[in-house]
């Protein structure tokens, strides 16, 4: 967008495997991203429920949960938990708890990584250090702890531990985390990554400059890169992806449980 306002000529295309770009639908590499976690996580839900354990699994996503929400759909995990939606890990304990009173003591929760607790409800252990919090620098903001600068783990290490105090169930924190963003692209991002090339090629040739192609099902558009830059897509708490997980039985650690 700077280089577009100082002459040259631009054309950007969204590329996130977190689906996070604003004024599109899907950006590419996220269906790659999807289709490899949701894999992932369905070893992990059959190694929970051979090891007759918890597993929390950690996925991509500081600000926006698609990626957590529609994997964990895709397997149909007991709970997902994603940055637009506060959790009460109770409610997720609670529903952990009545699975294993039916016979069936495993769970599958995902958890993406910029998820956070309801105000007033964190049921997450403190690890806070004085001498930890002394090394910071004097104008460094947060918590202390292990993950001050490597924050990967942070949060499906602290789910685990709090869910396992709550449900009397051993659990195993993984992460995921960058392995997301490796691997051979699915044909559905091949296919839209060759559609965003020829829509560059085309806005290019036509004069176009300062656009990003987006796709707006059934069409490749134009837009300004105002609307995509300092923006990000984030999950509608009133979404059918968010209706539809719940219509599952997934928690999402919310208040309102029911479809």
């Known amino acids: 967008w700077k280089l577009s306002r100082k002459g040259l000529k631009t054309v950007c295309i969204p590329k996130s495997v977190e689906n996070d770009v604003a004024a599109t639908m899907l950006s590419f590499g996220f269906n790659s991203a999807l289709s490899f976690v949701a894999e992932m996580l369905e070893r992990c839900r059959q190694a929970a429920q051979a090891a007759r354990k918890i597993g929390v699994v950690e996925v991509l996503g500081e600000h926006s949960g698609w990626l957590a929400l529609q994997a964990g759909m895709a397997v149909c995990a007991d709970a997902v938990l994603i940055p637009e939606i506060p959790y009460d890990l109770r409610k997720v304990a609670a529903k952990l708890r009545e699975k294993a009173k039916a016979g069936q003591a495993f769970g599958l929760v995902v958890v993406a990584e910029g998820a956070k607790a309801m105000a007033g409800v964190d049921a997450r252990p403190k690890t806070s250090d004085p001498?930890?919090?002394?090394?910071?620098?004097?104008?460094?903001?947060?918590?202390?702890s292990l993950h001050v600068i490597e924050r990967s783990g942070?949060?499906?290490?602290e789910v685990a531990l709090a869910i396992q105090r709550l449900t009397d169930q051993e659990t195993y924190p993984l992460v995921l985390g960058q392995l997301a963003r490796g691997g051979t692209p699915t044909v559905v991002d091949r296919q839209l990554g060759l559609g965003y090339g020829a829509g560059a090629v085309r806005a290019l040739e036509s004069g176009q400059s300062g656009v990003m192609v987006v796709f707006q099902p059934p069409d490749l558009k134009f837009v300004p890169m105002t609307e995509a830059i300092n923006k990000v897509r984030v999950v509608p708490?009133?979404?059918?992806?968010?209706?539809?997980?719940?219509?599952?039985?997934?928690?999402?650690?919310?208040?309102?449980?029911?479809?």
């Open 154 to 157: 942070r949060v499906a290490a």
């Open 237 to 259: 708490v009133d979404s059918e992806f968010v209706k539809l997980a719940r219509a599952l039985g997934i928690s999402l650690g919310a208040e309102k449980e029911t479809p």
């Open 131 to 144: 001498k930890m919090k002394a090394a910071l620098s004097p104008g460094a903001t947060g918590e202390e």
